[in-house]
């Protein structure tokens, strides 16, 4: 593939129908439908990460009263996304973030075509939303133990890292260490299928998500939010001290280190042990 050529991911394609039963394109007849008769303030859009949330207590206590729309596919690609975004699915609506997760089943692509595709279906939502911040889910581990496809989804993580342009409207959250043991594993109360998100796994990865999200729609005064995960860098020579709030947060494995109130600054998802300010954390991300 020359330079010149779009990333195989970027190609926007629907799902073929090898079953006989239409099912995906009956869902996505079903999200255009959608956008006709609701008014959404957020928008989730992805693969079966983002279809399973709405049936778990996270979406109920957490996402829905942000007046979100949840269009999920189990199994679609960033060419799968593309396709349904550009046909129908942003039509009559105006959100004002879009939450992206995708790109953990475009398995024939490689980390550097994965990151092409993420990266084209959040050009299309900032093209075509304007207005609009894009949240992009960095992927999360998979398998029981260290394999090739989790190295695979984290360079991709490592790639949308380097890529996006700071500021801007496009923010990446990667809230997946967490669930890994000390010893790389991944544990089944968090998937248990080792892909697949439990309760326990979405609650996790979901607490920081909420808390951007709010901090974006403003939706709550700043007292009467839940307790913030993120926290300002600790001065030179300083140590971060086990609290109440760092150990509901200690799963996520992350804290947001919010350098200005402007949200056209940066957001940097850091590790517990080293909160650091975001140019020194990217210099140590490569």
Known sequence: ??????????????????????????????????????EPDVL?????????????????DLFSPLHALNFGIGGDTTCNVLWRLQNGELDNIKPKVVVLWVGTNNHQHSAEQVAEGVLAVARLLTSRLPRAKVI????????????????KNAAVNALLRARLPRPGPVLLLDAGAGLLAPDGSLSQRDMFDYLHLTAAGYAAVSKPLSD???????????????????????????????????????RAHCVVVKLAWNLNDVLCFSPMSAVVPYAEQCESDG
């Open 1 to 38: 593939m020359s330079s010149d050529e779009p990333s195989p991911a970027a190609l926007p394609e629907p799902v073929e129908d090898v079953h006989g039963d239409g099912r995906w394109m009956s869902q996505h007849t079903r999200f255009v439908q959608e956008c006709k008769d609701a």
């Open 44 to 60: 989730f859009v992805g693969d079966s990460m983002i279809q399973l949330m709405r049936h778990h207590d996270i979406w109920r």
């Open 136 to 151: 992009i889910m960095g992927l999360l581990p998979r398998g029981e133990r260290p394999n090739p496809l989790r190295e």
């Open 212 to 250: 951007l999200l709010l901090q974006i729609l403003e939706e709550t005064p700043e007292e009467k939010r839940a307790p913030p995960v993120w926290a300002p860098p600790p001065p030179p020579g300083a140590s971060l001290t086990a609290g109440a709030e760092e150990e509901e947060c200690r």
